[in-house]
């Protein structure tokens, strides 16, 4: 191939995009002046300084392999590396069967609003059952003030890990609940999206690969656009991730990271048992993967598989928190690290914010001390167990998914329902749900299903009728609309 010039590509304006739009795209191969590197490179070089400029817009799709190594006249293995190298820098994504598309940075953020409309039935937001905690937050309060040397304590300057007696607080009442986890290895953080937060930030470039289940927590799937990560989804079945998918996905992606959430998976329930859990560990280990342990859910049930990080603490990487059951208000989290990764991460967190403040995790600890947090997940336990017996009857013979001591559950939508005809009827009914495209890692396809989060109505009548007004609309056909 002839260098030393500029070659203009354009795409004809009858090509569209997924989304309909017509796209019209011209790539400048300026970098094709220099020779100096191999052809891939300066190709991907040419295009990073197309989308730096702004000249490739957002979400537009670049064209095929093959179209552009026509245009260019070098080989298809050039194109695809070309496309590879600047996924890798994390200015594009490939999204399967689709394409590959300049990544839209703008859409990174994933806005949560809590303004539950208390005339609709709630059954989006995955949040515990409320209740009246004001009294044990009185009680938490006043005896950390109560004494000046503490309170005066708790204000000044600490570790980045936190308080050395609050680690060994939350160490000691987390292995009442069966989890083996050391004081020295413990880091608080602002709950447990902050805890994956610092772990991706401290670890990981842009460009990465990031394994995750094939369903995922969607914020995981914001933190990761943000960080410009590339999610490669691993298959499930009803125990969570496939040793043989993980093997595959780590051969190809080269992965340093799996996050996942192997007790009471977001959205689908799904729990892993111990000897899968093993299997998993086992590929990672074989392939130098940390799991990222993502164990926010499992302080809900009272009986649950040993822990991922029971069973390799230096290659799991345990994050949790308090907010499932206690409050997520307190916004008190901790991640639990392997040797190789504890100093970076404590570092981590001191550029981003020098310490938890230790007046949360004090009064967390309080919370500990004083019984309360055995005491809240006690009852949360019991509210969700009359919950779920509404959901398993009501919703009997709809192939819903649910789990003991869970509070959501995924919902199939049946064939005659389209998933967005099912989300506006629901909507038109006054219930909010999510749907299942929060969940898919960008690109992939999306399942007909939705989550139901049942903790989220204030009172069991709320929730029994919205849950009969899905069992009606589940078996309503729709009448199907088309045009031409
Ligand atoms: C799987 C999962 N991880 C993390 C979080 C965030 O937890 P936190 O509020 O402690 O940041 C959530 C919240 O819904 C979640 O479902």
Avoid at 11 to 30: E, H, R, S, Y
Wanted: aromatic fraction near 6%; charged fraction near 20%.
């Amino acid at each position: 191939m002839s260098c030393n010039y500029q070659t203009l590509w354009t795409l004809t304006p009858d090509q569209k995009d997924v989304k309909g739009f017509i796209v019209t795209m011209t790539i400048a191969i300026n970098a094709l002046k220099t020779e100096k590197g191999p052809l891939y490179r300066q190709i991907a070089d040419a295009l990073a300084e197309q989308i730096n400029a702004g000249l490739l817009l957002p979400g537009s799709k670049l064209p095929t392999h093959r179209r552009l190594a026509d245009q260019l006249h070098v080989t298809v293995g050039t194109i695809t590396r070309a496309y590879g190298e600047v996924e890798r820098r994390g200015l594009v994504e490939a999204r399967v069967g689709a394409g590959t598309y300049v990544r839209d940075h703008r859409k990174a953020n994933w806005v949560f609003s809590n303004d539950l409309d208390n005339s609709q039935c709630e059954l989006g937001f995955n949040i515990p059952p409320s209740f009246d905690r004001s009294q044990m937050m009185q009680q938490a309060m006043s005896a950390l003030t109560e004494d000046p040397r503490q309170i005066n304590h708790l204000l000044l300057y600490h570790s980045a890990a936190g308080i050395a007696e609050h680690r060994e607080t939350m160490v000691g009442w987390l292995s009442t609940l069966g989890l083996k986890l050391s004081s020295d290895r413990l880091l608080f953080t602002s709950g447990a999206q902050n805890a994956t937060q610092l772990v991706l930030s401290a670890f990981s470039r842009a460009g990465d690969n990031l394994l995750v289940e094939n369903l995922t927590y969607p914020g995981l799937i914001s933190l990761a656009r943000q960080q410009q990560l590339t999610l490669k989804p691993v298959a499930m079945d009803d125990q969570g991730l496939l040793p043989e998918a993980l093997d595959n996905a780590c051969r190809q992606y080269q992965p340093r990271f799996l996050y996942s959430m192997p007790t009471l998976q977001n959205p689908t329930t799904a729990v892993m048992g111990l000897q899968r859990r093993q299997e998993i560990l086992d590929v990672c280990r074989q392939h130098n993967v940390y799991l990222i342990e993502d164990d926010v859910n499992g302080l809900l049930p009272e009986h649950r598989p040993e822990a991922m990080v029971n069973l390799d603490q230096e290659h799991v990487i345990y994050v949790g928190a308090l907010s499932k059951f206690l409050a997520p208000g307190l916004r008190v989290g901790y991640v639990h690290a392997p040797e190789a990764l504890y100093k970076q991460l404590m570092s981590t967190i001191q550029n981003q914010c020098w310490m938890v403040s230790p007046l949360l995790t004090g009064l967390a600890c309080q919370l500990i001390e004083q019984g309360s947090a055995d005491q809240t997940l006690h009852y949360i336990r019991q509210d969700i167990r009359q919950r779920r017996q509404l959901v398993c009857s009501l919703l009997a013979d709809t192939g819903i998914q649910t789990a003991e001591d869970c509070f959501h559950a995924w919902l199939p939508v049946p064939e005659a329902w389209s998933l967005s005809d099912f989300l506006a009827a629901l909507k038109t009914e006054g219930i909010a749900v999510k749907s299942a495209e929060l969940f898919v890692p960008p690109g992939y396809a999306i399942p007909p299903a939705v989550r139901l989060s049942f903790s989220a109505p204030d009172n069991l009548d709320t929730l029994t009728s919205g849950l009969k007004t899905i069992k009606s609309l589940l078996a309503t056909q729709p009448v199907a609309e088309f045009s031409l």
